[in-house]
């Protein structure tokens, strides 16, 4: 006979102010099987917990409920303390009587008589509750980071510094990301590239680390401690082995004209390449998109200038299988299309640019060579106007923009107010914004420096409209003062347009194949906003960067170092205990359909010919299914999609689903 | 392919050139206006409220009609189109609407959801027909003449409801303009409003206005500028005095590259 | 707040089929008017002005009212989807809705008229000013 104990958490206010727990506590007393039931201000406070022990040795109770908050937030707490005494942690139950109850609800008599029902049902289900051992997994003690930026590689040098192995996959031919792109960082003004080269060449230069350039994650299969993945290292038709970096059949190549994206297509690059000086790998890579010899059969010259015969032209895109225990995605971010702005006339005008754009122009290793030059005749502009939330806090269906603050805009409008004025002090600057948006250390009064030291004009208002005028060169900038309410006309040299960022457009398909959530936006989603920022629902893929939503360098380099840690603590262990709440088949009613299989989404369910005895003496073959238990994640599609009901999850068994469902219903 | 074409009060008035040359350009480029029978005003400037219901039901009529003989409703004039777009969209998405103009409209025995595809002459040209075939049809190419395309606000605007086009930076005439074998002008001024109806109010506004664009359009190089709209046609005539830019509708144009331009 | 033409913001609200409260006050809408220097009240703040129920100064408010174009270009370029012209039209209706308000009378127009005047322009003009 089970005996079941009924815990009921106040949880402060947060439940005890719209459901009566008194009431609910009173009412598990006469639900079967209950023989204790109490409430308490903070149950998953320390002396909570105690509560739960004594009662549990007390009344000799084989079954708890506790009525809280979700099972998410401390499922795992309430399991910890029962098991702390000797009880299966499998045998308590929570009934989530704050998300789905007292949060949702204003009226306390409705809040009550839902949390009692949700009471009722979990001590239906805790009565069918059977102990459960869970399993033991390896660990595969490698990491694979996604993403070669200032995230991937803090990550990345982290994790190796514990003594692990790193591969680093990047899309790029070159890892450094955007940080390698900027000119100065804010709001030390410290020389960005000054700063990241170092790190990349560490990252280069480390034993435990590999980086795997110029590739893409292809398919991530498998389970925390045990992912298999597949990358697809693309032809970069130089041998990345012999190659020497020196650079010579970049200077011969005479397809010029390709656009740089190192420099944001404001200037070209040979069709074989280094993307810049200080890249990790030092190696070349020829673009197959311009390549005359590859395309036309014609050149060869970057072939026959090379000293170690590094080129291959027959180079293949090749696929390689790895194996990992965890994963960080560090996937970065982009600047979003803003061709649905054109009000700007970004799309009309060479000289309304972005603002990473901007950094292009402005840095040393930029088009023009760190001389501000605007990019169509080439003059130093003296009047610029920059245009803060382009295409950021703009509701969905206007024009499909961002609804979320891109965070970063108005920090790196100030620094480059700053910087342009310290290299220029004669231009004249506006800066028209909604708000200036400041919280970070020293963040704030560097703003006010751009405004009292460096005299830039801080607009509040907007830019409605940007004409550019063939016969001047001047773009003329429609503005509206809000303070002053009036309309302004500033015949600027150049625009630069805070554009909004976005996710990698990989996200979205790294996300699926890492079977990690992500938000509308394309962020990959944490599994606690709060107390998890690092980690992914799912368990052994953890997250550094942009990729998680907008963050500035210091930020992300923070976020990357907490999710090395994450990683550490994963490969620091021998094994892994399983979740035992997984699939099992019951073998006599399986009828061997493979529906089953059809629908797991981890590839856990495979078949095999087994011998049954029947009636008689007599013995029978038939296919039956059968669930690797390291990797089913006890999802339940299978459970719900066997038209037998043969499969059954350990844990949240059908009869113990039913009980619940009966118990709120009847 | 056969349409039902809203022509507009205009058309059959001041703006007879635009229907009439748009109407031989369709026949030389193999499309069809059925012009609907008995069809009513659009009023004009669509009704930017939730409250008057009348107003809008002379465009669900023609839309009805439209949706009764299988066929997409076609306009020429931007006013018409912006005011029968957006109307349809009331009658596709807003309840209120939709239910009020209904019971209007339930005593002519029609019942109507937004289920017709209202198009621009534009659209036909550029989506149906394709580009392409325009420029294969073109029998005097208009070899080095500089033409600004105009806008205005009504063929573009509210973008999510038009739909035709970028609204900040549209090429859809652009594109005509150079499959007629001409060269297309950008300039941003061609989709700011050339102060429209406001002729009646204030003449100085859309003169001020006028300038502002009739100016961007020739520094930016262009000779002359098309629009599809007879206010804007009205208001960058009367106001272009000056500018040396020469004003024409779409169609005028469209006419004498097919070589199909005669004398009205 | 007393009222001389007894008109509630929330009649305007409703006629606009607009919630002001959804304006985030980044001034894109004024930025992006071509009428603004014809305008006394702008259309940021016929947003603002309904919001706090300041409907009588924008009623009598002809310099207002009239001079908008119905451009939408404040409508396309707000970035919280307020439409801003819905408001101008809807304090513009309750206007002409009042007995004798009408902006534009029969009267007025042969004054009007010139030989290349589009229909279009009298009937959006009749539209727009009278009842």
Known sequence: MQRIGVFVCHCGTNIAATVDVEAVAEAAKSVPGVVFSADYPYMCSESGQDLVKESVQKYNLTNVVICSCSPRMHEKTFRKAVESIGMNPYMLEIAN?????????????????????????????????????????????????????????????????????????????????????????????????????????????????????????????????????????????????????????????????????????????????????????????????????????????????????????????????????????????????ISRYDEYAYGQSPDVVTSLEYERLMSAAGPFGGHLLRPSDHKEPKKIVFVQCVGSREEESCKGGKEYCSKVCCMYTAKHAILTKDHYPDTDIYVFYIDVRTPGKLFDEFYRRAVEQYGVHYIKGAVGKVTPHKETGKLEVQGYDMILNEQMHIDADMVVLAAAVEPSHTARRMATMLTAPMDNNDFFTEAHAKLRPVESATAGVFLAGMCQGPKDIPETVSQASAAAAKVIGVLAKDQLVGNPCIAHPDELMCNGCSQCAGVCPYGAITYVEKEFRMPNRTTKMRRVAQVNEAVCQGCGACTVTCPSGAMDLRGFSNNEIMAEVDALCL | MVYSYFPGCTLKNKAKDLDAYGRRSAEALGFTLEEIPEWQCCGGVYPMNKDEIAVRLSSVRALAYAKDHDQELITMCSACHNVIKQVNNDMAHDEYISEHANNYMKSEGVEYHGETKVVHYLEVLRDEIGYDKVKEAVRNPLKGKKIGAYYGCLLLRPSDVMAMDNAENPSIIEDLIKAMGADPIVYAQRNECCGGYLTLEDKAIPEKRVKTILQNAKEQGAEMVITACPLCYYNLKKHAEGTGVEVKYFTEVLADALGVKEEN | MASNYDVTKEEIEEIAGVNPLRCMRCGRCSAACPSFDNMKYHPHQFVAMVENGEIDALMESESSIYKCMSCMACIERCPRQVQPARLIEAVRLAVVRKQGQNHLTPDDIPALLDPDLPQQALVSAYRKFTK
């Open chain 1, 97 to 337: 009587i704050r998300e789905q109850c007292s949060w949702v609800h204003k009226d306390k008599e409705e809040g009550t008589e839902k949390a009692i029902m949700l009471m009722k049902a979990a001590c239906a289900k805790a009565t069918l509750n059977t102990p459960l051992t869970p399993g033991m997994l390896p660990v595969t003690k490698r990491a694979l980071v996604i993403g070669g930026g200032i995230a991937g590689m803090q990550a990345a040098l982290d994790i190796a510094e514990a003594g692990y192995e790193v591969d680093i996959v990047e899309q790029k031919p070159t890892i450094g990301g955007k940080m390698a792109q900027l000119d100065k960082t804010f709001p030390t003004l410290d020389c960005s590239s000054c700063i990241v080269t170092p790190k990349m060449v560490d990252v280069g230069q480390n034993d435990k680390i590999r980086i795997l350039s110029y590739s893409d994650v292809e398919e991530v299969k498998g389970y925390i401690g045990n992912f298999d993945v597949k990358i697809k290292r693309k032809a970069r038709y130089v041998d990345e082995d012999k190659c020497t970096g020196c650079g010579l059949c970049t200077e011969k190549c005479p397809m010029k004209k390709v656009p740089n994206e190192w420099n944001l297509e404001l200037d070209t690059r040979s069709c074989v390449y280094i993307p810049f000086a200080q890249a990790v790998p030092k190696v070349a890579t020829i673009d197959p998109r311009y390549c005359l010899k590859l395309n036309k059969g014609t050149c060869g010259i970057c072939s026959k200038v090379c000293g170690v015969g590094a080129i291959n032209y027959e180079a293949k895109d090749e696929i390689i299988e790895e194996k990992y225990g965890a994963i960080v995605a560090a996937t970065g971010f982009e600047i979003a299309d």
